[in-house]
């Protein structure tokens, strides 16, 4: 983290990538509105000019495939990931810093039923937690707590759940290739949906495949 209110140099002896990521002061106050926090005035960088918050670098780790592949990413996954940016800022970083107030509630049935449905009629997850909480009524950072609170799992980690069900399907009922059941189930690709079958099942969907019809 570096505060922009002091100047700084640096002497990197190779080569390097960098990528910088900036927070307007807009979308920290909408955050802070939608938990009913007073504002944090300014972010600092605590106890020297730069610091490195290794919660806050491994959030902006995560992006980089994104970053990278931006035609491909999962709109879900940026958004969770700038949420949770924006509440280590909120709660450790401003000059009156404020922890979030743990939600209880969840969602009403007919929000939840709808939350559910959208996300699948999108299931390459190019749907954004705005879009799904404008359709509940809900800011963005209450609806995805309540989805939580009813599902017991994010919005994020419930689409990728539904997309394994239905891959688990078409690799049991059909001889379709890997890329073809990827592309019909929101994955990236192949080797996406490896990955992810692989960490969710503990197998390869083509072992997986041979098991179930052995």
């Known amino acids: 983290m570096l505060d922009l209110g002091v100047q700084h140099s640096s002497l990197v002896p190779s080569d390097v990538d960098c990528i910088s990521v900036f927070t307007s002061r807009s979308a920290l106050q909408r955050f802070q509105a939608e938990h009913d926090l007073p504002a944090t005035g300014e972010l600092r960088a605590p106890l020297a000019a730069t610091h490195e918050d290794l ?4 959030l ?3 992006l980089l495939p994104a970053i990278e592949q931006p035609q491909s990413a999962n ?3 940026v958004d969770h990931v700038s949420l949770a940016l924006l ?7 401003g000059t009156d810093a404020r922890a979030m107030a743990q939600l209880r509630g969840g969602l009403a049935p007919w929000q939840e039923r709808r939350a559910k449905e959208m996300m699948m009629s999108s299931i390459d997850g190019r749907i954004g937690l705005e879009s799904l909480a404008a359709e509940c009524r809900l800011s963005r950072s209450h609806f995805a707590r309540a ?7 994010s919005p994020l980690r419930w689409l990728s759940a539904q997309r394994i069900e239905r891959a688990k399907h078409m690799l049991r009922e059909t001889d379709l290739p890997l890329d073809q059941i990827a592309n019909s189930c929101g994955f990236a690709d192949a080797s996406h949906l490896t990955r992810t079958f692989q960490q969710a099942k503990g197998m390869t969907p083509g072992a997986w495949r041979r ?3 052995f």
């Open 55 to 58: 919660v806050l670098r491994h």
């Open 60 to 62: 902006c780790e995560a």
């Open 75 to 77: 709109e879900l996954w």
């Open 87 to 93: 509440a280590r800022l909120t709660a450790l970083h």
């Open 147 to 153: 989805f939580k609170i009813s599902t017991g799992m």
């Open 211 to 213: 098991l179930c019809r």
